[in-house]
């Protein structure tokens, strides 16, 4: 079966940021994070002269992503890895470099509109939640074995959830009478632990917490700090790196790891810069990109999405390409 149809957010500006990077012959672009390959689609019918990498730690997305863009015969090529990996990949394919490097983070829609993947709190399902289900602790591991100190500095750190030590108490208190398995006692001790005034504004109250620990079994932000200067170290000159964020702890990190690339190096009263002090990089997007209120009422998960780019204007001065 066909993978099913879903539009990406914001994919006619996504491709018109990697178009300049992608519009030559034997152009590569690593679509580090494929999902149902949305992106690479829009890439291969759009942009003729490009061929993509689809990197993807979820088996199933690679079989379903595959599936859809069979048509474009060996201008694809999936493999099954995780993003900080993209030296690695490239290596392995005997390609000494990329034109362009995608990120769209997050959880895919694949992910959780298929229940038992445990990502979504609406539904009873396995406390899963592993992007890769091949390998790893699940979320139920991370409940029912982590000290009280840990969960709270997860919750807190990872979903930004302000009763973080008081629902970590009551976990701990919970699993000691029966370990979690299942969503719906985890929402139901959200409901319990979490005050009224709090759970009327902010959306679902299983929202952060289910953040946090989907983060933590998948080691979200630990991979993208180390894929983000993986993917600028691997650019051709002329390339991008173009990411999509959906929530602050990942645009920050994003917008820190640009900002230290396309910073002037030299003291401010010096009247010109060097040849050798300018940076390899510039910010091709000025601050984050947002949505625009027609694409978010069609597609609400837009709303909180954060566009960033930049682009390798010439060689590292380490030397790279």
Known sequence: MAAPAHVPVLLDRVV?????ALDHDNAVLV?????????SEAVLTRLHLARVVGIDRDPEALRLAGERLAPFGNR???VHATYD????????????????VLFDLGVSSMQLDVADRGFAYREDAPLDMRMDPTSGPTAADVLNTYPQAELTRVLREYGEERFASRIAAAVVRERAR?????????????YDQIPAPARRTGGHPAKRTFQALRMEVN????????????AIDVLAVGGRVVVESYQSLEDR?????FAAVTKVDVPPDLPFVPEDRR?????????????????IAQNPRAASVRLRAVERVRPSHRGAA
């Open 16 to 20: 018109a940021l990697l178009q300049p």
């Open 279 to 295: 940076p390899a990089l510039r910010l091709v997007t000025r601050g984050a990109e947002r949505a625009d209120d027609t694409e």
């Open 31 to 39: 679509d580090a994070t494929l999902g149902l390959g949305g992106h």
């Open 76 to 78: 694809f090529t999936g």
């Open 253 to 257: 990190l994003v917008k820190r790891a």
């Open 219 to 230: 080691d979200e932000l630990g991979v993208l700090r180390r894929a983000i200067p993986a």
């Open 85 to 100: 990996e993209i030296p690695d990949v490239l290596a392995d394919l005997g390609l000494a470099a990329a034109d362009a």
């Open 178 to 190: 029966e370990p979690f398995t299942t969503s719906a006692r985890l929402v139901e001790l959200l």
